[in-house]
C-alpha cells in the first residue's frame, strides 16, 4: 500500500471517531470551493454569451452614427444630428479600400403598427438589399427588400418574430396587408429569429421595408440614422474605420481639430466592452469566493489545532517508536489535504449542478467544463498547505516524553 493511500485511510479512520468535526470541516472547504465553481462557470458562461451577442453585430463590420457618440437620437435640426447622408454611403462603397458591402439605414423607434384590430408599436428600419448579408439578418419566410422594391419604393415589408406573434399570432402574415403610420404596406415576408442584443434590447421587435419607401412615403427625411459597413479583411477594420473618418471628415468639411459629426463603433470597442463587463463582474464574484475559502480554511485549521490538542498521547507514543518530526508532519498534512480534496470535490459537484441547472431554467448563462475541477484541485491543496502546516509543526514539536506522561 502506497504512503498516500496509508495517510488517506488514517485521515477518514480518524475523522470518523469525531463525525461532527468531520462534517464541519468537510462543509467549510464545501461552500467555499462550491461558490468558486458557480462563479467560474457563470463567469465563463456570461462571457461566452456576451462575445457570442457581439458576434452577432459582425466582427467584420463598422456602425456608423450621425453625432458624436454623446449627441446622437432623435432627429433634430442640429447638423451633428443629420450629418449623414446617402450620398456618404455611396462614398465610402466607391473610394474606401477593404470595404465589402455598405448598407445605409433610416430607423425610428416605437412606430405605430396595426393589423384588423391589433396593434404594436414597433422599430421601423428602412433599409436596401445589401443590409440582409450585412448584418446576417434575412428572410426565414418569404422574401427579403428586392433591388426592383428600393427602386420603386414599393411598400413591401418584413416583419420581426416579436411583431408576427403579436400582430398575427400563429397565422402566416405573408401576402397580408399592415398599416404603419396608417399607411398600408404588403408584408413580404418574416425576419429570422435573432433574439437579445447586447445591450438586452429586442431584435425580433421591428419591421424591415425598403430604404427608398422610408424616406419618401413614411418618414419624410433624407438624411440617415447609421450606416453599416462590412469589411473584405477582418484584420484590418481599425485602418478601414480610420479611412472612413478621414473621407467623412473631407466630405462633411470639417475643419482640423474640430470634433466629428458622426462617431464609428468598431466591432472590437464593443467586444472589449463585453469582454471589461464580463471581468469586472468575475472578479467581484471571485473576491466573494476567495473570502469563502479563506474562512473555510481557518476553520480548519482550528479544529486541527483542537484534534492536535486532543491526541498528544498517540502522537507521543508513535514519536517514542521511531517516528520523525517530519513523519508527523506529513501524516497531519496528509489529514488535512484528505479531507479538503473531499470537500473541494463535493463543492464542484455540487456548484456545476447548480449553474447547469440555472442555465437550464434560463436564469443565467453558465459554461461547465475541466476549470473549475482544475481550480478547485489547486486551491484545496493550497488551503490544506497553508491552513495545515501550522497544526501539524505543532503535533510534530511535541515532545515524546511529556506527551506520555500527560
Given at each position: 500500500m502506497s504512503r498516500s493511500l496509508r495517510i488517506a485511510r488514517e485521515a477518514l479512520a480518524t475523522m470518523a471517531g469525531n463525525r461532527l468535526r468531520f462534517f464541519m470541516m468537510i462543509a467549510a472547504i464545501f461552500i467555499g470551493v462550491a461558490s468558486l465553481t458557480v462563479v467560474i462557470c457563470i463567469s465563463q458562461g456570461t462571457r461566452q454569451r456576451a462575445m457570442m451577442l457581439v458576434s452577432r453585430h459582425g466582427l467584420d463590420t463598422l456602425m456608423i452614427r450621425p453625432g458624436t457618440g454623446k449627441?446622437?437620437?432623435a432627429p433634430g435640426g442640429d447638423r451633428s444630428i443629420v450629418s449623414l447622408s446617402l450620398d456618404d454611403a455611396h462614398a465610402i462603397e466607391a473610394s474606401v479600400r477593404n470595404v465589402l458591402r455598405v448598407a445605409p439605414v433610416q430607423n425610428q423607434r416605437l412606430v405605430e403598427v396595426k393589423y384588423a384590430d391589433k396593434s404594436s408599436a414597433s422599430n421601423v428600419f428602412g433599409v436596401t438589399p445589401d443590409w440582409a448579408k450585412v448584418r446576417s439578418f434575412g428572410a426565414s419566410e418569404g422574401d427579403f427588400i428586392s433591388a426592383e422594391d428600393l427602386l420603386l419604393s414599393n411598400r413591401v415589408?418584413?416583419?420581426?418574430?416579436?411583431?408576427?406573434?403579436?400582430?398575427?399570432?400563429?397565422?402566416n402574415?405573408?401576402?397580408?396587408?399592415?398599416?404603419?403610420?396608417?399607411?398600408?404596406?404588403?408584408?413580404?415576408?418574416?425576419?429570422?429569429?435573432?433574439?437579445?442584443?447586447?445591450?438586452?434590447?429586442?431584435?425580433?421587435?421591428?419591421?424591415?421595408?425598403p430604404l427608398s419607401t422610408a424616406a419618401k412615403r413614411l418618414f419624410a427625411q433624407t438624411y440617415l440614422n447609421q450606416i453599416v459597413v462590412q469589411a473584405q479583411d477582418v484584420l484590418v477594420v481599425h485602418e478601414t474605420a480610420k479611412d472612413i473618418q478621414t473621407l467623412l471628415r473631407e466630405r462633411h468639411e470639417l475643419r482640423s481639430g474640430a470634433v466629428d459629426d458622426f462617431s464609428i463603433r468598431e466591432p472590437k470597442e464593443l467586444a472589449d466592452m463585453a469582454s471589461g463587463t464580463s471581468a469586472t463582474l468575475t472578479a467581484l464574484l471571485l473576491a466573494m469566493a476567495g473570502i469563502s475559502l479563506l474562512v473555510g480554511g481557518v476553520i480548519i485549521m482550528n479544529i486541527m489545532l483542537i484534534s492536535v490538542s486532543e491526541r498528544t498521547t498517540e502522537i507521543g507514543?508513535?514519536?517514542?517508536?521511531?517516528?520523525?518530526?517530519?513523519?508527523?508532519?506529513?501524516?497531519?498534512l496528509g489529514e488535512c489535504l484528505t479531507i479538503t480534496l473531499i470537500g473541494g470535490l463535493l463543492g464542484v459537484l455540487f456548484g456545476t449542478s447548480v449553474t447547469t441547472a440555472l442555465s437550464f431554467a434560463g436564469i443565467t448563462a453558465s459554461k461547465v467544463g475541466w476549470l473549475p475541477f482544475a481550480i478547485s484541485a489547486l486551491g484545496c491543496g493550497v488551503i490544506a498547505v497553508a491552513f495545515g502546516l501550522y497544526p501539524a509543526r505543532k503535533a510534530a514539536s511535541i515532545d515524546p516524553i511529556d506527551a506520555l506522561q500527560s
Open positions: 449627441k446622437t437620437g415589408c418584413l416583419l420581426g418574430r416579436t411583431v408576427k406573434k403579436t400582430l398575427f399570432g400563429s397565422d402574415p405573408i401576402g397580408q396587408t399592415i398599416r404603419i403610420r396608417s399607411v398600408p404596406f404588403t408584408v413580404k415576408g418574416v425576419l429570422v429569429e435573432k433574439g437579445a442584443s447586447a445591450s438586452g434590447t429586442d431584435r425580433d421587435d421591428r419591421i424591415i421595408i507514543i508513535r514519536r517514542a517508536v521511531g517516528a520523525r518530526k517530519r513523519d508527523i508532519t506529513g501524516q497531519m
